[in-house]
């Protein structure tokens, strides 16, 4: 598709290039036509008398021929646009625009067509070079991944081959200033890799053994051998570019209200140059009114107020790391009312480490550990994640489970050489006929504010594993911001428990706190706020929220660089972890919102005035022709401010808050 795109972009750029030229040659042709107007050029150069045509203009017959010819290379695409949209049943507004350069041929006014074909070919070649403008972000992120890669053979010889052949298993060599072919994991060398591209991270990430790197980003440093897990248009940048396409696509309610009125608007303005020219005392400047009537109405300035400004903000936002799937999407974030976090992985790390453990009267430690990590092995949760962390640092060899299950926001359940496993929350444990009386003593109290796994095995409790989450650094400055911007409920909600949650609720200033709750009990949330009257945005990690964040005004994923579910599951996706582009987003939001009525206010007064002046004023079609081409340029202009809007706070705010990194915190004595 990438590829495919490319060629697209190259295709509109060559035939742009094509209509320069026949423009270029068509405006030199009308110039060259008012030069040889001249009686003093007439008389000396080609001994021909100037005379008088049927409007009064001094003119010479070399004049006029010079003039048509140009007249006709510059009105052909006009009229042939024209007809080709009315022969498939379109009615569009440029035909408004070809009509009046056909008049004009028609009345012989050649040089006083060809100006006017000029000026809105100019205007059209404004708006495509914007349009290509816009797209050249994409342009060069589909240019991000390389064509060629070093592929580590078995025997440790390096082969150059194509980047698409590539396929997940190969292992590529990836050297200082080279840019990574395809999504993997590296298996040898340490780099700092610039993921800018992908995440909208302002500072390079360093990168180690075990690590992820991503398919266009840049390696800085050291030499990495990097196993592929996900090559071609699988990849993350592949997605990405799959998706901003497909934005750009999108149209929002107000885009498509001008095409509905498109086919009344088109004969309405017809009919009335038609009144204006049959009422007139001098039919001559009676068509001069009606040619200029058709050329001012002809609305460039007010299409474009909305596709323009919305194609800079999506450029905005993705040079940030912001990944907007529908413009409509990004309409809505500006009437935003609350928003509902997910805790784990949102507004904490997500990174949860082993803090206490505590096993039953006459179980070990290192059991206790071995059992729970063992088990936990094929799962991706934080916890499990942790579990298994912290068993490898303190040198416990696991085992393989036999069979695994999962239950998500409770537990999971594993066969242990031969013994049954169960880890998860106390009452599903309970649930399951495991006896806790054990653990019933003040000594096995539950922390405040920490995360208990319970363990089991055969049916019999072994104990249970302390675990404590970190919250983002910046989160409580997100949600500050949040505030500022008029956000009137900041809700928190988490499967984890009441003291938890609390705790991390009173740290962020969380209007509500709901936890202990299942993935779909997570939707009553979304929908009692609904019903009180919000528009809800749900930010998550994309994994168990999904259900959340589908249903949602506002679905935004967190980090979901490398994740198909975050990216898929959402409305918006956040490359990376920086919960400060939240309030980022609403911001870009409400100026998008603010440019396209400028925008849109200027198209409407541009066509009511000049309307006016060319009924009952001295407006020509040449003067309505550049006046065209001068609010269409505002209008793109205008529009262009986005693409920088925040841009320096945005980097400020990334620069200062730097990379965040959580090692786990030392295991208890109880496992040594």
Not at 134 to 143: T, V
Not at 342 to 355: A, F, M, N, R, Y
Request: charged share 20%.
């Amino acid at each position: 598709m990438a590829h495919a795109h490319l060629k697209e972009i190259e295709a509109e750029t060559l035939r742009a290039s094509g209509l320069l030229i026949g423009t270029l040659m068509g405006g030199m042709l009308v110039v060259s036509s008012f030069v040889l107007d001249s009686p003093w050029l007439s008389r000396t150069l080609f001994q021909f008398e100037p005379v008088a045509n049927a409007t009064g203009r001094v003119h010479s017959p070399y004049s006029d021929a010079i003039a048509l010819i140009g007249a006709v290379l510059l009105g052909a695409p006009l009229v042939w646009h024209a007809i080709k949209c009315l022969s498939h049943g379109h009615m569009h507004m440029d035909e408004l625009v070809a009509l009046a350069v056909v008049a004009a041929i028609a009345l012989g006014e050649y040089q006083e067509a060809g100006i006017i074909a000029f000026f809105m070919i100019l205007s059209n070649l404004i708006e495509t070079r914007t349009a290509l403008g816009a797209r050249a972000s994409i342009e060069s992120l589909l240019r991000l991944t390389p064509t060629k890669a070093h592929v580590v053979r078995s025997d440790g010889k390096e082969e150059i081959v194509e980047a698409r052949v590539l396929k997940p298993g190969d292992v590529v060599r990836v050297r200082p200033g080279d840019n990574v072919p395809a999504d993997g994991e590296i298996i040898r060398g340490e780099s700092t890799v610039n993921q800018a591209n992908i995440t909208g991270e302002s500072i390079p990430v360093d990168k180690a053994l075990g690590s992820e790197v991503f398919s266009g980003t840049s390696n800085l440093t050291g030499v990495l051998d990097i196993r592929v897990t996900k090559a071609g248009g699988d990849t993350t940048l592949g997605r990405v570019q799959k998706l901003i396409l497909n934005a750009e696509k999108t149209r929002i309610p107000l885009m498509r209200l001008i095409d509905r009125y498109a086919g009344w608007y088109t004969p309405t303005i017809c009919m009335l140059a038609a009144v204006v020219w049959f009422f007139a005392e001098d039919k001559t400047v009676g068509i001069q009114k009606a040619i200029t009537m058709l050329i001012i109405a002809c609305p460039c300035a007010l299409v474009l107020a909305t596709p323009t400004a919305m194609v800079a903000a999506l450029s905005c936002a993705a040079r940030l790391g912001i990944l907007i799937k529908n413009v409509v999407q990004l309409e809505y974030a500006r009437s935003l009312t609350a928003v509902i976090f997910d805790k784990t992985g949102t507004l904490t790390t997500g990174e949860l480490s082993v803090t206490q453990l505590k096993p039953a009267p006459g179980v070990e430690g290192v059991e206790l550990l071995w059992s729970a990590a063992s088990a936990e092995q094929m799962s991706k949760h934080p916890a499990a994640l942790a579990l298994v962390a912290v068993a490898k640092k303190a040198r416990i060899e696991l085992v393989h489970p036999e069979k695994f299950g999962e239950t998500a926001g409770r537990g999971i359940e594993a066969d242990v050489h031969g013994d049954s496993v169960i880890v998860g929350r106390r009452n599903w444990l309970v649930d399951k006929g495991v006896d806790l009386s054990a653990l019933s003593g003040p000594d096995y109290a539950e922390p405040e504010g920490v995360s208990l796994l319970y363990v089991a095995r055969n049916g019999k409790c072994l104990g249970w594993v302390g675990l404590e989450d970190r919250t983002r650094t910046e989160a409580r400055l997100a949600i500050e911001e949040l505030r500022k911007l008029r956000i009137q409920n900041i809700s928190m909600v988490t499967g984890d428990k009441w003291s938890v949650a609390r705790r991390v609720g009173a740290e962020m200033g969380c209007t509500e706190v709901q936890a202990e709750v299942l993935p779909e009990d997570k939707l009553h949330l979304v929908d009692d706020l609904r019903r009180r009257g919000h528009r809800v945005a749900v930010v998550g990690d994309g994994v168990n929220d999904a259900p959340m964040l589908a249903a949602s005004d506002l679905g935004i994923a967190m980090g979901a660089a490398g994740s198909d579910v975050a990216i898929n599951s959402a409305s918006i996706a956040l490359m990376n972890n920086d919960l400060m582009r939240l309030p980022f987003l609403i911001r870009l939001s409400r100026a998008t919102t603010k440019v396209v009525w400028q925008n849109i206010l200027f198209g409407v007064a541009f066509i009511v005035v000049m309307m006016t002046l060319a009924v009952w004023g001295p407006l020509t079609p040449i003067v309505a022709a550049a006046a065209h081409t001068v609010a269409t340029a505002f209008v793109i202009f205008n529009s262009a401010r986005l693409v920088r809007f925040g841009e320096e706070r945005a980097v400020d705010v990334v620069s200062y808050l730097g990379p965040i990194s959580v090692e786990p915190a030392p295991v208890a004595a109880a496992a040594a």
